[in-house]
């Protein structure tokens, strides 16, 4: 079984998947008298064929180490995922290649980071790594199938860096 070591998230190491959602930098404005700052169109939202819809998820939490033997892609739509506690979560991408999953990649967001995957990311399951695994979900909501699953020969292993 092949280790995957765990990085932390960053908007640039994670730019070939999809965006990172945080409150990083400067707020684009301040609302509220001030007293909240706006960061603002964070995510770009891909829907083809349907809408978008908020749906919320209650996620079972994982433990390290983690057997990955299965991802999965959205072909019709971008997903994103914003937790509804602080806690750090592991999101696992991989890059696409020629219609297959390519070498997997893990990340761990820190405390009130989210992630949108954008249309047709190979990603892997919702991974809360500390209870409650509250998220809302922001994806595609319409007719069709959109969703595709591969399956590994041989699983992955996700390991905590050190």
Known sequence: MTDIVIEPLTA???APFGD???TAGTPDKMINQGLCGRYHDRATLDF?????GISVF???ERALPLTL??????????????????????VIVAPDDGGRPGAPRAFLTAPGQGVNYHRGTWHGVLTPLHGPGTFAVVDRIGPGDNLEEHWFDTPFRVVAPG
């Open 12 to 14: 640039e190491a994670f």
């Open 20 to 22: 990172v959602l945080d």
């Open 48 to 52: 083809g064929g349907g809408r978008a």
């Open 58 to 60: 209650d996620a079972e």
């Open 69 to 90: 033997d299965m991802v999965e892609r959205h072909p019709d739509g971008s997903q994103a995922f914003l937790p509804m506690s602080r806690k750090p979560f592991l």
